[in-house]
């Protein structure tokens, strides 16, 4: 049973565009929405994350929108560039203590300059 | 300020040998991850220990795979008697409460 579904699972941008990656999570008891960002040869690097009580976060060029009733959430990526071209990963986690991040399959994202 | 330590950050064994792999977890970092990755994959949880205890090990397969994060030292994730199927990159990651995890660089283990 896969908890976190993501999509697309590539996706090609051109340069200055807008990268727009989804998630959909089935346990409405996560309330821990993180997005990982790797480089090939590397380890996951968290690039932002967000909670239910909010709606939106922003955080420079990127952005997580949450939808709860809908059990939803994206990353966009505005003014995408090159050195933006890596795998991401959503992923979810409940609140409570004792409990671990459950990753959706990745996006492998590449901007074409 | 060390991040993640994991070594080594290669590891080719041959079937049948054991393959050892450690993490040293931020500095005050209590909570310890292990996932791995398999190509085209995405991470898969295997197991969560804070320091001496294992608090979730359902990702682990019973056999042959076992983890400890002693009270000094870093964590250790050991496979016995690898197969070809244990090739994978082996994550460590670490949090201070149980939120933010932040990930080493890998170990990426080859089984020949």
């Known amino acids: 049973q896969q908890q976190v579904k993501q999509s697309p699972q590539s996706l090609i941008v051109q340069k200055g565009g807008i990268s727009i990656i989804n998630c959909a999570y089935e346990n409405t008891a996560f309330d821990y929405f993180p997005w990982y960002q790797q480089f090939p040869g590397k380890g996951p690097a968290l690039l932002i994350a967000?909670?239910?009580?909010?709606s939106e976060k922003k955080e420079g060029r990127f952005t997580i929108s949450f939808n709860k009733s809908a059990k939803q959430f994206s990353l966009h990526i505005m003014d995408s560039q090159p050195g933006d071209s890596a795998t991401y990963f959503c992923?979810?986690?409940?609140?409570?203590?004792?409990?671990?991040?459950?990753f959706g399959k990745g996006t492998t994202l590449s901007v074409s300059s | 300020n060390a991040g993640v330590m994991q070594n080594p950050r290669h590891l080719v064994r041959r079937r049948g040998q054991e393959a050892r792999l450690r993490c040293s977890p931020v500095k005050g970092h209590s909570h310890v991850y292990w996932y791995r990755q398999l190509p085209e994959e995405g991470l898969k949880f295997m197991v969560y220990l804070q320091k001496e205890n294992i608090i979730d090990e359902s990702g682990m397969p019973k056999e042959r795979f076992s983890a400890e994060f002693p009270k000094e030292g870093p964590s250790i994730l050991r496979i016995q008697q690898v197969v070809r199927g244990d090739s994978a990159a082996y994550f460590c990651?670490?949090?201070?409460?149980?939120?933010?995890?932040?990930f080493g660089q890998g170990t990426r283990l080859t089984v020949v």
């Open positions: 967000i909670r239910p009580d909010v």
């Open positions: 990651a670490s949090s201070l409460y149980d939120t933010e995890a932040f």
């Open positions: 992923a979810a986690k409940r609140g409570q203590a004792g409990t671990a991040l459950i």
